[in-house]
């Protein structure tokens, strides 16, 4: 997406609202409202975040993924084939 970084690093609030914007068709008011719900993701010294970040338990991310474990069972972010072909 042209207003967001390529690798996923350093994307500030406002490319976040851009991008909610632009690669989701999300209207204004609404962006404006959800992106500064990332603030907790941002680093001290840069204002930014990287998209790695959002998976820190308990801000965006929640335990509620039909192919991948909660929290509480370790990896939470890592792809579970086995429970993807389990909901299929």
């Given at each position: 997406h042209p207003s967001s970084p390529r690798d996923g690093k350093?994307?500030?609030?406002?490319?976040?609202?851009?991008?909610?914007?632009?690669a989701l068709h999300m209207d204004g008011v609404l962006a404006h409202?959800?992106?500064?719900?990332?603030?907790?993701?941002?680093?001290?010294?840069?204002?930014?975040?990287?998209?790695?970040d959002m998976r820190r338990h308990g801000v965006v991310e929640r335990d509620v993924s039909f192919t991948r474990l909660d929290f509480r069972h370790?990896?939470?972010?890592?792809?579970?084939?086995?429970?993807?072909?389990?909901?299929?």
């Amino acid at each position: 997406h042209p207003s967001s970084p390529r690798d996923g690093k350093n994307v500030s609030i406002a490319r976040a609202e851009a991008a909610l914007m632009t690669a989701l068709h999300m209207d204004g008011v609404l962006a404006h409202t959800l992106a500064p719900q990332l603030k907790p993701f941002r680093h001290t010294k840069t204002k930014t975040f990287d998209l790695a970040d959002m998976r820190r338990h308990g801000v965006v991310e929640r335990d509620v993924s039909f192919t991948r474990l909660d929290f509480r069972h370790g990896d939470n972010y890592t792809f579970q084939p086995a429970m993807f072909d389990t909901m299929l």
